[in-house]
């Protein structure tokens, strides 16, 4: 018997879905779009943001590619879900860390 796979199209689908409620959860007014490049350095917030510059930003970015590579590549359906939970509880920490950087500028 095979093993349950979840569909490609599903996975995409969840992945910008989730993406899309993390930005707009962030910044719902919509004032800081122009920074959406900057997000990802959210999950950098509780890290002392002066020591790190680009290698910080860089160290975030590679998380989160890290993180769907797995996602993507996951072939069972309990590891996709565990990756999946993964991305949401990294979201999670990038939208509390981001609000905490604005409201503090």
């Given at each position: ?6 569909p490609l ?79 949401v509880a ?16």
């Amino acid at each position: 018997m095979a093993a349950k796979r979840i569909p490609l199209k599903y996975k995409i689908i969840a992945y910008i879905v989730t993406w899309l409620v993390a930005l707009f959860a962030t910044n719902p007014n919509g004032r800081y779009w122009p920074l959406v490049y900057m997000f990802p350095i959210g999950l950098a917030a509780f890290a002392n943001q002066h020591s790190g510059g680009r290698g910080l930003f860089a160290a975030c970015i590679g998380i989160y590619l890290a993180q769907a590579y797995f996602y993507f590549r996951s072939r069972k359906v309990w590891s996709t879900l565990v990756l999946f939970g993964g991305q949401v509880a990294l979201l999670i920490c990038n939208v509390s860390g981001c609000r905490a950087m604005l409201n503090t500028h």
